[in-house]
């Protein structure tokens, strides 16, 4: 992690909504020196890369992995049971660190999977894993020439990474008329890679270029040797700039076949529950004048596409004044680049003169957050689950025809085919949807490394998701938010989204005494919907990479498809708060409520005091209440009566930021250190055996003289191999040492849920007997 | 019966008394009532008072008074003149005392001098404006309807004068000579000038040239053909319709044309313009042995066909797209756009689909790298100056605060033409400074700032279409550009174009193309513009016209007569080579190679993406690369200066790539070659040609001389070798021969 300078360093935003006030006093605490040399969040575990990326469906190939702050990596987990993992074994059946032999059963359906590792901090950031159908290879000598192009077989996957200011070549045999697709998946697999990918002659000049999908389709015009180039748009590279490059056959005329893909946050509403995969009924063209419109009737569930440039989709159905009708446009939602708007206007004739009276403009799905803006300082979530698409209401005001308008509103000069849309207008269908990510922590310089964090909890420690409700078709209610499967000694609390609101939290705590585990947990939210149950999952978002630097390097969230869950007991949280007593803590309406508060300090913390605050409805009003570092109690007391809390069952937790002393993984030293006193007796003993054998070498009689110098020989080579070996410990030493050294790292503590009634007042209570 | 006149000094005379002749040209020969706008805005305009240096000074106008810009705003003006200032500047009962008579006679000190002598008209009609009580006028005095000018064409010899004659024509038919308060200017001062008076005067150089006249807001033109008059004799057999309009042209004008060059400077020539590169040792040789009579047509063909011309033209329009980097997060959107310019030319998108990719950009620049332009062009009124003056020719800025000098465009159209952009949505996305562009649903109109009216929008001089508020007004506004009847879309490109081979615009400037200022060739540029329309917008069918014909590949030495001409096109006009193409130039001579930020080692100075470069590579900076800061091509700075040559001689950046090693000079004095071949190989690397008897002799002689060390002590054999070469590249490259395209 960077170092940063004061005035970059001003530690700014503990939470999105923090009052600045509050900031620039936690910020005056802090000593000068202490905050010099601040850094953010506390060591996360994550997997960076994968090579190759993914794999042959029915074949078992050898995966490298890198990434940060894993150590003691025993498992590599896939979110799918068909692809599994074993460490690779060198000859003395000892695991070869990194590496892995990864089995993908044949019956593994095409996708994008996650990977995960299981380290000495607990589970790691996921990194998507590809399936597929073709052969793969993996390029492994440099070929950044049209001489040292790599040959490329049609009907193949080659996994590589980009170089910095360079240009990938590879070479395939066309044949005239025989279409072929190229097809770079980067972005889709949580590469940095923006891919450019050109189709050139035998000698390297360009034929055909792309630069903004990934995909050539090619039809050669003539038989003979065709070049394909790859590179970065701005020719960036790096481990983290990997690609895979499908270079395949392709039948008919219709779209090539893509790579897939991993998943935007905003489909975490898409589709909605039980729905069929294909629309029951499709656009048909020309529909762009009113005059054209196509007929339809309410409901309606059409597949479309936005094409040609400038295309409008106009649909025409009569309608009942004091219909309520709901329109779901989803066009983002499934990957594309589009901006779905949808117009509903009314028709009226006087003769031949037609009138056309706006009934409705509907435009985007709209955060229910507000998303970070991309100035210098962060002031949300850097990524939400609203999404360009339409989720609106149109209500209907006059008996008769009326027109409903698709149109992309960045279609207007784009020609292409693929960007298409599905269209539902029907009855309302109240329900909702749920996404979470993990709350973090920034600073004034565009950092968002703690936007990739992953669920690995340290003994005694708290983290806390932020859920966020996409409401469909009116849907008002409250929403319970829980989570199961958790590992043992771990427990989470739901806070409910309230009825009316979109934000919920919930929070997720390890006991002090948790032993180190891991599971996959579930995530989701409970409403009553028209008198019955629904129960929705919750889909967890979190950034493909810690990103140093907001304003140099877009963040790219995406979708995960499960939810891990570890516990470390390698390290436990330096600072664990927790409410005195295990209990639910009772409170008559408008009463007080005194809540004694416990903490656990472990190490040295900076600053005198950490300011603490409440989540949970009802409850969040309260005003701050000053921790001392090192004290370990002291007293959260809410006036029930000033934040109006109405009677009920609630869940709390209280939050703060405090600056630790932290040193990472400081056994390491002590067995690093080890392992270099063992090799430097090791190098030391071989030495004295050399040079005993250099010397009988040189005494020895005529005869043995060759033997002997052989001999030598060999074990001068020994000691050679040994004091490398001995540097390298030394170096390994040095550098857990400077790891393990400590640093001031400020990062959010919570604590773990507390159970709250709200009794009704006595006097109302009273009232209500007498009834 | 216009006076023939010996010398200018006796014409000045002449003229002065034709002027103060009483009755010439004045409001006062009808005796018809006075009106300020018809009688007293022209003699204010005549005496500069209401030009932008003085009372027209934007907002401010001189000392307390303000006028309007030559008088379009005449009711402001009377306001100013009769009513501010409490009435002091004019005095009714003795006119002669008003302060407005004063200050222009220069009586009471004023600061701009004396404009106006007691003696003088304009003078006169203002002391019998003032005495009458200073009408306005009514509402049904005659309003001026049109000016002409007398003669309006005519063939000059040089060195001669013509006197003009202005009369203004009224709504009710009459007619008045307003020759003495006419405003005149040539459009090229080389080769007449004018008086205030409105004599012309031919100066020495041949070919057409044109006097704009201005008058109450109106302008017409008078046009003049300079023959020189020489024998041109047997032309060549024109390759194309070019030919055929030129060499008409030149007959007329009496230019006889040099004779078509030899194939090694046509091969260089046609390389550098095509594919801003120098060809290479193996295309000099290739195109040697060749013996087809097509070899120019092939020759042309595969440069065109080359990545090198797309990278070439990228970069020319890129710069006048603002592909400006402001700061480093920035990359990713230039290095888009550039790239999609490239792509585009590569690929040989109509130039009208281009245009309308960049009018009708919505999305996110990644998506759609258009868009960038939007990033860097975010006004609405920028937007329309730019596409006005780099798509249409047409120069609007002066049309936002007043109506256009030298043009019909007036406030209204120019916001008529803003309106296309009206509607013009942004979202700000994850990169700061970058907004996503949609077309925002809704009326596009505007308010023109001047008369608070809203205003829809309309192409220049033509009537507002009909656009719902579903319907983007951008697209609207790029379908008529590339109408087939568009009066400026297909000649603004043909003439960029042709100005780029030929250095000379048909216009000049190339992106000021109005009635007052007509082509030198009318005719050529018309049917340029139309073999471009018919063409579907193929700009590299364009390219292939021109560098196909005879006129382009006329020598570039001069014949006994036609070293004058610089517009007519009678020989190839030299041009220096562009900081770009001169920087690759070097690095192909020397062998060494230029190293750019962020793109793979090798990439040419012609494919940079935008002007971050110009930073760390100062060779470019010198010559004038440009910063993307202008949609003018003047952006980038062709002349010569006395650091260019420094830079040549004498920099540490081209003393390296001369000493580069395993550059040519290094490769050459290690490699067993005769010194013969080695200096054969710089001569076709660097001129595309061999090098004649005497240059061998000079250079093999050059080359022998053993060198020495700073200390003057005699180096090693093969050091001393390698130094000679370093000195004859540097001599190479120092020379015209070399720094022009020719």
Redesign the interface.
């Known amino acids: 992690m960077q170092r940063l300078h004061y005035k970059d360093f001003l530690l700014l935003a503990m939470l999105n909504r923090t009052p600045l006030s509050a900031l620039l006093a936690l910020a005056m605490i802090l000593p000068a020196a202490a905050v010099n040399a601040q850094l953010v969040v506390l060591p996360a575990p994550r997997l960076l890369t994968t090579m190759p990326m993914g794999g042959q469906a029915g074949t078992a190939v050898e995966v490298t992995i890198s990434g940060e702050n894993i150590e003691n990596v025993t498992e590599l987990l896939f979110s799918t049971p068909k692809i599994t993992a074993k460490p690779v074994t060198d000859a003395q059946g000892k695991a070869v660190e990194g590496k892995f032999l990864v089995t993908i059963a044949a019956d593994a359906p095409v996708g994008v999977y996650d990977a995960r590792v299981l380290s000495r901090l607990g589970i790691s950031s996921a990194r998507a894993f590809s399936v597929g159908t073709l052969p793969e290879l993996t390029r492994t000598a440099p070929n950044?020439s049209v001489e040292t192009a790599l040959k490329l077989p049609v009907n193949s996957i080659c996994n590589a990474t980009m170089t910095k200011?360079?240009?990938d070549f590879y070479a395939f045999e066309g044949k005239k008329g025989r279409r072929v697709a190229v097809d770079c998946a980067a972005a889709g697999i949580d590469s940095k890679l923006?891919p450019?990918v050109i189709i050139a002659d035998a000698k390297g000049?360009?034929l055909?270029?792309n630069?903004?999908g990934g995909v050539i389709d090619f039809i050669p015009p003539a038989d003979g040797t065709y070049v394909v180039k790859v590179?970065d748009?701005?020719?960036?590279g790096g481990e983290r700039h990997f690609y895979r490059l499908a270079l395949r056959d392709v039948a008919g005329d219709g779209p090539a076949p893509r790579q897939p893909s991993t998943t935007l946050v905003s489909a975490v509403s898409w589709p909605p529950p039980g729905f069929p995969d294909t629309a029951s009924a499709a656009e048909t063209e020309p529909n762009n004048r009113p005059a054209e419109a196509q007929k339809i009737t309410l409901p309606c569930d059409l597949s479309g596409s936005f094409f040609p440039a400038?295309d409008?989709d106009t649909f025409e159905f009569s309608a009942k004044k004091g219909d309520i009708w709901w329109v779901e446009v989803a066009s983002e939602r499934l990957g594309l680049?589009t901006?779905p708007?949808v117009?509903v206007q009314q028709v009226t004739k006087t003769g031949d003169q037609e009138t056309l009276t706006d009934v409705a403009?509907l435009y985007d799905i709209n955060s229910p957050v507000k998303v970070s803006?991309?100035?210098?300082s962060y002031d949300g979530p850097?990524y939400d689950v609203g999404s360009p698409d339409v989720l609106g209401k149109f209500e209907i005001k006059e008996d008769g025809a009326h027109r409903l308008?698709v149109?992309d509103?960045?279609?207007?000069?784009?020609n292409v085919p693929e960007n298409s849309y599905r269209l539902i207008v029907r009855k309302a269908a109240p329900d909702f949807a749920l996404g979470a990510w993990a709350v973090h922590m920034t600073l004034r310089n565009g950092d968002r490394a703690a936007f990739s964090k992953p669920i690995a909890l340290r003994a005694g420690g708290a983290m806390v998701l932020e859920v966020l409700a996409v409401r469909r078709d009116g849907f008002d209610g409250e929403i319970e938010l829980g989570m199961e499967g958790l590992p043992a000694g771990v427990t989470a609390g739901g806070l409910k989204i309230p009825a009316g609101k979109s934000v919920g939290h919930v929070i997720i705590s390890a006991d002090s005494t948790a032993k180190a585990g891991s599971a996959l947990a579930r995530m989701s939210g409970r409403a009553k919907i028209d008198g019955k149950d629904v129960t929705r999952p919750c889909r967890l978002a979190s950034m493909a990479w810690p990103v140093k630097d907001?304003?140099?390097e877009?963040?790219s969230p995406r979708l995960f498809d499960d939810i891990p869950v570890s516990v470390t007991e390698a390290e436990a949280s330096p600072l664990t708060i927790t409410a005195a007593e295990e209990k639910v803590w009772e409170v008559p309406q408008g009463g007080a409520l005194k809540i004694p508060l416990k903490a656990v300090w472990r190490g040295e913390f900076s600053g005198t005091s950490v300011k603490l605050k409440a989540y949970g409805t009802g409850f969040d009003g309260m005003k701050e209440i000053d921790l001392p570092v090192k004290a370990n109690a002291t007293e959260a007391v809410f006036d029930l009566a000033a934040l109006k809390t109405p009677p009920g069952d609630y869940t709390i937790a209280f939050y703060g930021s405090a600056v630790a002393k932290y040193s990472y993984n400081p056994d390491a030293v002590k067995a690093a250190e080890a392992a270099r006193i063992k090799a430097e007796a090791e190098a030391a003993k071989i030495a004295s055996e050399a040079k005993k054998l250099a010397g009988d070498a040189a005494n020895a009689p005529a005869d043995k003289k060759s033997e002997m110098a052989n001999a030598a020989k060999i074990a001068a080579d020994k000691q050679k191999q040994a004091e490398a070996l001995m540097a390298e410990a030394a170096k390994k030493v040095k550098d857990v040492t400077d790891a393990a050294a400590p640093k001031d790292i400020v990062d959010i503590f919570v604590s773990a849920p507390i159970r709250v009634t709200v009794k009704p007042a006595p006097e109302a209570a009273a009232v209500t007997a007498k009834k | 019966m216009i006076p023939k006149f010996r010398s200018l000094t006796a014409l000045l005379i002449t003229v002065a008394a034709l002027v103060s002749e009483p009755g010439r040209g004045t409001a006062a020969e009808s005796g018809r009532p006075i009106n300020f706008v018809n009688d007293i805005v022209p003699v204010l305009t005549k005496a500069d008072c209401n030009s932008g240096s003085c009372h027209a000074k934007a907002i401010t106008g001189q000392r307390g008074f303000r006028l309007s810009l030559l008088g379009f705003e005449p009711e402001e003006d009377y306001e100013h003149i009769v009513k501010e200032g409490r009435g002091r500047r004019v005095f009714p009962p003795a006119p002669d005392q008003s302060l407005l008579l004063l200050k222009s006679a220069n009586i009471v000190p004023h600061g701009g001098g004396k404009k106006l002598g007691p003696e003088s008209e304009g003078y006169q009609t203002l002391v019998r404006w003032i005495s009458e009580g200073m009408p306005y006028g009514s509402e049904t005095d005659p309003k001026i309807a049109a000016i002409e000018v007398q003669p309006s064409r005519l063939t000059m010899k040089v060195n001669t004068t013509q006197a003009l004659k202005v009369t203004a024509h009224y709504s009710d038919g009459s007619s008045r000579d307003v020759t003495g308060m006419a405003l005149y200017e040539a459009n090229d001062k080389s080769m007449a000038g004018v008086t205030r008076e409105g004599v012309v005067q031919t100066l020495d150089i041949p070919g057409n040239v044109a006097v704009m006249v201005r008058y109450s807001g109106l302008v017409s033109v008078f046009s003049i053909s300079i023959p020189l008059g020489a024998p041109v004799g047997e032309l060549p057999a024109p390759s194309n319709f070019i030919d055929e309009f030129v060499f008409a042209n030149l007959k007329v004008i009496g230019v006889p044309p040099s004779a078509v060059c030899d194939d090694a400077t046509f091969l260089r020539r046609v390389s550098l313009d095509i594919a801003g590169r120098l060809p290479t040792l193996e295309e000099v040789k290739a195109f040697q042995a060749v013996t087809d009579p097509k070899k120019r047509e092939l020759a042309i063909d595969s440069l065109l066909a080359?990545?090198d011309y797309?990278d070439y033209f990228a970069n020319k329009w890129t710069a006048l797209l603002k592909n400006k980097r402001e700061d480093?997060?920035d990359?990713?959107a230039n290095?888009?756009f550039h790239?999609?310019m490239r792509?585009n030319l590569?690929?040989n998108q109509p130039y009208d689909q281009m245009v309308?990719?960049i009018l009708?950009?919505?999305?996110?620049i990644?998506?759609?790298?258009?868009v960038a332009w939007y990033k860097r062009v975010k006004e609405p009124n920028q937007q329309l100056e730019d596409v006005a003056q780099l798509f249409l020719g047409v120069r609007m800025q002066c049309a936002q605060c007043h109506h256009h000098p030298f043009e019909r465009w007036s406030q209204h159209d120019y916001y008529a033409l803003s309106a296309f952009f009206s509607q013009v949505?942004r979202k700000?996305?994850?990169?700061?400074?970058?907004d996503?562009i949609?077309?925002k649903?809704g009326l596009a109109e505007v308010e023109n700032k001047k008369t608070g009216k809203k205003v829809r929008p309309a192409a220049l001089g033509q009537t507002p279409p009909e656009i719902l508020p579903?319907e983007?007004p951008?697209?609207q506004l790029a379908d008529w550009m590339a109408g087939k009847d568009n009066p400026f879309f297909a000649k603004a490109l043909v003439n960029r174009y042709w100005k780029h081979f030929f250095k000379r615009g048909l216009v000049e400037p190339e992106d000021d193309i109005r009635d007052t200022n007509p082509a030198t060739n009318p005719e050529l540029l018309e049917a340029l513009a139309k073999h471009f329309v018919e063409s579907g917008f193929d700009l590299k069918a364009v390219v292939r016209v021109i560098t196909r014909s005879r006129t382009y590949q006329l020598s570039a030495m001069p014949n006994e007569f036609n070293a004058i001409d610089s517009q007519n096109f009678s020989h190839f006009y030299p041009k220096r080579l562009q900081a770009e193409v001169l920087l690759d130039g070097i690095d192909l001579l020397t062998q060494a190679k230029t190293d750019f930020a962020?793109?793979?080692?090798g990439t040419r100075a012609i494919a940079l993406p935008d002007n971050s470069y110009n930073r760390a590579a100062p060779f470019l900076k010198v010559f004038g690369r440009p910063e993307g800061a202008s949609v003018c091509e003047c952006e980038r700075v062709q002349s010569s200066s006395l650091a260019q040559s420094l830079h040549l001689m004498n920099s540490a950046e081209v003393k390296g790539k001369l000493a580069f090693a395993s550059g040519r000079a290094d490769r050459l004095s290690k490699a067993d070659v005769p010194v013969a071949e080695g200096i054969k190989e710089i001569y076709l690397s660097a001129f595309g040609r061999e090098p004649s008897g005497e240059e061998y002799s000079i250079a093999e002689d050059f080359l022998a001389k053993p060198r020495t060390d700073a200390a003057g002590k005699p180096v090693d054999a093969l050091r001393s070798k390698r130094l000679a070469y370093e000195d004859l590249l540097w001599a190479i490259l120092n020379t015209k021969e070399f720094l022009y395209n020719h």
């Open positions: 950044n200011r360079a240009v923006t450019v000049a360009d055909l270029v630069r903004t590179n748009l701005t020719y960036q400038a409008v680049p901006d708007f117009l403009e803006s991309n100035g210098y850097p308008q149109r509103l960045f279609g207007g000069t784009r907001a304003k140099q877009i963040p | 080359s990545p797309a480093a997060a990359i990713t290095f888009a790239a999609w792509d590569l690929a309308r990719q009708g950009a919505t999305g996110t990644v998506s759609n790298p258009p949505g700000p996305t994850a990169i700061a400074g970058e996503l949609f077309h649903r579903d983007d951008r697209l962020d793109l793979p080692p």
